[in-house]
């Protein structure tokens, strides 16, 4: 089967997988765009496929957006209930540190984008048209960008150099979908609230997820990879060939646990 038609198998009852990502994950398929994860526990989950917005040579470059599509079941909270994790899917980790596009099924059956953020999520858009072209503007981590940036201003703030665009990518979606990627996050109506603020995701998890006494995400357990000791962060042969000695060391201060990979 296709990386869409198995994406669509692993849903749980009620989501489903909208007709954009579907054409997008063919399109991205079609490219030869396709790889396994080397650091996945299971050899045998569909989890470790990711499909990427990159050509093979391109999605290691430094400069490069990390988005690299992918499924898991639930949303990335410590031991989520049943209830709450058959709500969530991962479709896609958009940072380094592990964080991601969600689909969201809420308590009225309609499903929201949400993006995880060191374990805060918010609700990006209800248009899957809306967060494929987030997606597409080429933030270094989509998770952790200011909407009303650029990617090239985002990068600058961020101390590093202009952004490589997915640009096969960002035409594909112009030319399939008849839509212009915009500059900003802010030009689509994403806006990104402040983390102590009310949002429907976060109150939602905030009813049903055991209470945390984190500062950083109040009411909500969370674990992200290089953040705990199962799961650490995964340094492979292919990512430590293209990362600069002062690269791995800035990897190595920011994540308390790390594998390297031989």
Do not use: C
Request: glycine share 4%; charged share 20%; aromatic share 12%.
């Amino acid at each position: 089967m296709s990386f869409s038609d198995t994406f669509k198998a692993q849903l749980p009852n009620g989501m489903s997988l909208p007709d954009a990502f579907a054409d997008t994950f063919d399109w991205l398929e079609a490219q030869g765009w396709a790889g396994q994860l080397t650091y996945h526990p299971d050899p045998e989950s569909f989890a470790r496929n990711y499909l990427s917005i990159y050509p093979p040579k391109k999605m290691e470059h430094p400069n490069a957006s990390f988005v690299l599509f992918s499924f898991e079941a639930g949303p990335p909270l410590a031991q989520p209930p049943k209830d709450v994790k058959d709500r969530f899917v991962k479709l896609a980790t958009i940072a380094g540190d592990g964080g991601i596009l969600a689909l969201w099924l809420d308590e009225k059956d309609a499903q929201h984008f949400v993006v995880f953020n060191h374990g805060i999520p918010h609700v990006l858009t209800q248009d899957p048209l809306v967060a494929l072209q987030f997606l597409a503007i080429g933030y270094p981590e989509p998770a952790a960008a200011n909407p009303n940036l650029t990617a090239e201003e985002q990068a600058l703030q961020d101390g590093g150099d202009p952004p490589l665009l997915p640009e096969a990518f960002r035409s594909f979606l112009e030319e399939r979908f008849d839509v212009v990627i915009p500059a900003r996050a802010s030009d689509l109506g994403i806006v990104v609230p402040a983390d102590d603020a009310s949002d429907p995701v976060r109150d939602y998890l905030d009813r049903f997820m055991p209470e945390d006494s984190s500062a950083a995400a109040p009411h909500i357990e969370f674990s992200m990879l290089g953040l705990v000791p199962d799961q650490p962060f995964a340094i492979t042969p292919e990512l430590r060939s293209v990362l600069s000695d002062a690269q791995f060391d800035a990897i190595r201060q920011a994540f308390p646990y790390i594998s390297e990979e031989e």
